[in-house]
């Protein structure tokens, strides 16, 4: 299930299981995001970006959707596995932010064995 | 190399002394980024170099923070008189073109500063 935690929402799931991870964005304007993936002291590593010209993008086992009206992405990692443990966040751009990028507050995924 | 790369990875520092913490972009990268990242929280924007040029350090939290890149490649950001609530994670990203131009950035393994 999902809980709010101290820090980090924490989403729980079985391995083999389908995971969806969801964020809210800020920015109406914002017109690109990217999902990162971090490990314990490790740097966010790039899973899959998304235009605001596409509302759905497939990677390998990962998707994302993107839902403008209500300025919503999500992540959604097909089959599950130990190694997809971790906190995920979302990140947005747009030219109203100049070159930065704004980071949301992530969700830590657990794998259960 | 082939990735970002940042050193120290871990410095410990006693509050009031200064520190310098060092970015290794991807070779040829354009855009640099400082973030800096709280315990159990998503990175925060610090500063932004296109070559050696600071374009935006609108989020650096005072005048103790400090960042260059004086030949375009490797950044160095410092910190003066350092306190309790600069501890933290210090990323650094790189991309390979100006921002903002929807490409995606690379990160390095950070610095975790603890002040004591």
């Known amino acids: 299930g999902e809980s709010v935690g101290l820090h980090l929402p924490t989403l729980s799931v079985q391995e083999g299981d389908n995971s969806i991870i969801n964020c809210a964005y800020s920015?109406?304007?914002?017109?690109?995001f990217i999902w990162y993936k971090q490990e314990s002291g490790k740097g966010p590593q790039f899973i899959i970006d998304i235009r605001s010209n596409m509302d759905k993008r497939q990677g390998q086992r990962v998707t994302v959707l993107l839902n403008k009206t209500v300025k919503h992405l999500s992540l959604q990692i097909a089959a599950t596995q130990p190694g997809d443990s971790a906190v995920y966040f979302c990140?947005?751009?747009?030219?109203?932010?100049?070159?930065?990028?704004?980071f949301g507050p992530g969700t830590r995924l657990s794998v259960l064995p | 190399g082939a990735g970002v790369s940042q050193s120290p990875r871990y410095k410990v520092a006693k509050r009031g002394q200064d520190v310098a913490l060092r970015c290794d972009p991807i070779?040829?990268?354009?855009?640099l980024f400082w973030y800096q990242q709280a315990l159990g929280q998503g990175p925060e924007f610090l500063t932004y170099f296109q070559n050696e040029a600071q374009l935006d350090k609108s989020g650096l939290p005072s005048d103790r923070f400090f960042a260059e890149r004086p030949e375009g490649s490797v950044s160095t950001l410092k910190i003066q008189r350092t306190q309790q609530e600069d501890s933290a994670v210090y990323l650094c990203a790189s991309s390979l073109l100006i921002q903002p131009t929807n490409e995606k950035l690379f990160f390095g393994s950070g610095t975790q500063l603890s002040v004591l």
């Open positions: 070779s040829g990268h354009v855009s």
């Open positions: 990140a947005e751009n747009s030219h109203n932010y100049g070159q930065n990028f704004v």
């Open positions: 920015n109406s304007a914002s017109d690109y």
